[in-house]
C-alpha cells in the first residue's frame, strides 16, 4: 500500500510566509541603508564644514520595561562646490557626536544632489548594517526550512 502524503494546512504555512517576508524586508532595509552610507563615500564631495549645533535625539521603546536611548546629530555649515554656503545635519546620529560643540571643524562628504545630509568623515554603521542583515538571513532561513518542511509533508 502506498504512503499518502498529508495535506498542509494554510495555518502551516502562514509562519514561513511571515518570516520569509520579514527576513527578505530586513535584508533590503540593512542593504539599502549601507548602500546609502557608501554613495556618501564613493561619489560624495569632500569639505571642511563648522559645526553649528548638535541636536539632542531621545528615542523611547516601547514594552513593559520603557527604555529611552539619547544619540547626537550635528548640525553643520560648509561651503559647497558652487561657493555656495549650505547647512546640513548628519546622516547619522551617534552618541559619539556628544564630544562634538559648536564652532568645531569636522571633515564631512556630501552629495551634490542631496542638500539635507551630510556624512562625517570617520561615521560608519557597516557593522551595524551586517548585523541587520544577518538577522533577516536568519529569519529568511527560518522561514525557507518551514516551507521545505511543509513541501516534504
Not at 26 to 32: A, E, H, I, P
Not at 122 to 129: C, E, K, L, Q, V
Request: charged share 25%; with cysteine.
Amino acid at each position: 500500500m502506498a504512503r499518502r502524503k498529508k495535506r498542509t494546512k494554510l495555518a502551516d504555512w502562514i509562519p514561513a510566509i511571515v518570516c520569509l517576508l520579514v527576513g527578505i524586508g530586513v535584508m533590503l532595509l540593512g542593504n539599502y541603508a549601507r548602500q546609502k552610507e557608501n554613495r556618501f563615500m564613493e561619489h560624495g564631495q569632500r569639505a571642511e564644514a563648522s559645526v553649528i549645533e548638535v541636536k539632542r535625539v531621545s528615542k523611547r521603546s516601547g514594552g513593559k520595561r520603557k527604555r529611552t536611548s539619547t544619540s547626537y546629530c550635528p548640525i553643520v555649515s560648509f561651503t559647497n562646490t558652487d561657493g555656495q554656503l549650505q547647512q546640513a545635519s548628519s546622516l547619522l546620529s551617534t552618541k559619539e557626536h556628544k564630544k562634538l560643540r559648536s564652532g568645531d571643524k569636522v571633515t564631512i562628504y556630501y552629495l551634490p544632489e542631496n542638500k539635507e545630509e551630510v556624512l562625517l568623515q570617520g561615521d560608519s554603521n557597516s557593522g551595524s548594517y551586517l548585523m541587520i542583515m544577518l538577522v533577516g538571513g536568519i529569519f529568511t532561513a527560518v522561514g525557507g526550512g518551514i516551507i521545505i518542511r511543509n513541501i516534504r509533508k
